[in-house]
């Protein structure tokens, strides 16, 4: 596949039309060469040949990452020399899925990542400091790593984690631009103020934000954001993506949601039933990729819930935006009468500053329903903790969650367990 470079600041009939073409190309492939959508169609008894627009899309149906999950190997439209590497899901939602690469793939791969970067006004002259996993079949840190080599930026591997390491590197090569979980910013900046560092004048003016999201719906920051921001004013730019879509969704320097990759993914919002949804409606993500050989996705649910606007954006591109996320379709709660999904909590969370670290659990109790419990690390005696807190979460959730305060040792354990790649703020034991 031929990739667009401009295509996102065409109009959208030019991408729409372009999509077409593209979605067409890959009903024939995946007609041809995958077992699993070979096995789809003819059980939904779809013909291709009648798919003639993107609009069409929502004649076929969806899949999932429980498919991906039971049929994995189904999913594969290439024989296994042509695979040039393996990389797996997180598995934070299940087993974890494998996704294998072709060279071509490799190179979409790379591609995508260097727009994403452009678009988060990244320059040849950067210099990356990338704060991630970058082995252990992690797609996202080989994809930064790629697309930044593609840009023509100078790069850092750190790694995740030891702060003091990280500031030392900022100071001694002089990076200007960060990858990281905007958490672990926190803990950069906390080690910044316990030694000295002045947070108004360090090398980094930029950081490219993945894995949590630092804004609300209205694209405003949201705590976690904010509560960043208000010690070390940097310029942040919220990113989207997941493994399976081997896409990104990156803001631009405005700001107001990431920019779709028309050449190589068309986002639809669904409802509950796979019907399409117009702009500014929330509803699943749902995507499928474009000129990817190996493990090519048709209509694929991530379980993200969110909206799309399609209003021109001031960057000059046309193509739609992905608004922040507003949770993971199977982690809402249902908690005495109230619909909760897990990032409010995190924002309530994060805004309370004697709380240190956090997991929230929820579970089945006795009577079949949902149960929360807030897993705290505080430095306040429990007692006032709970005093303190029980108000807090009733004014704000409208219920009342069962709290267990942790040692710093116990709570690090929880955050990352034994073969753990990210950092764990939420434990469905349902």
Known sequence: ??????????????????????LRQLLEYARDRSPFYQKLFSEHKINIDNIKSVRDLEFLPTTSKMDMQEHNWDFLCVPDHEIKEYTATSGTLGKPVTIAL??????RLAYNEHQSFLCADGKPTDVYQLMLTLDRQFMAGMAYYSGLRQMGAALVRTGPGLPSMQWDTINRLQ????????????KLIEHAQENQIDL?????????????SIRAADFELNTLGQRIYDQWPIKFYNTYASTEMQTAFTECTHGMG???QPDLVIMEIVDDHGKAMPPVS??????????IEGMPLIRYRTGDIAC???SPCACGRMSRRLSPVLGRKQQMIKYKGTTIYPPAIFDILNEIPFV??????????????????????TLLPVDDAERKLKPILQGKLRVSPLLHFHSSAEMLQMQFPTGSRKQVKFVDNR
């Open 102 to 107: 072709t060279e071509n793939d490799l190179q």
């Open 282 to 291: 929330y509803g699943e993500v749902t995507i499928t990729t474009l000129g």
């Open 356 to 377: 240190q670290e956090y997991v929230i659990e929820v579970f089945t109790n006795d009577l079949g329903t949902d149960e929360l419990k807030l897993h705290l690390h």
């Open 200 to 212: 108004k004048h360090t090398p980094v003016h930029k950081a490219v934000c993945i894995g949590e």
């Open 175 to 186: 990076s200007n631009s960060i990858v990281a979980v905007p958490s672990f910013m926190l």
């Open 258 to 260: 990431g920019h779709e």
């Open 308 to 310: 799309y606007y399609d």
């Open 1 to 22: 596949m031929n990739f667009h470079p401009r295509l996102a600041f065409e109009p959208l009939s030019t991408q729409n039309d372009y999509q077409a073409k593209a």
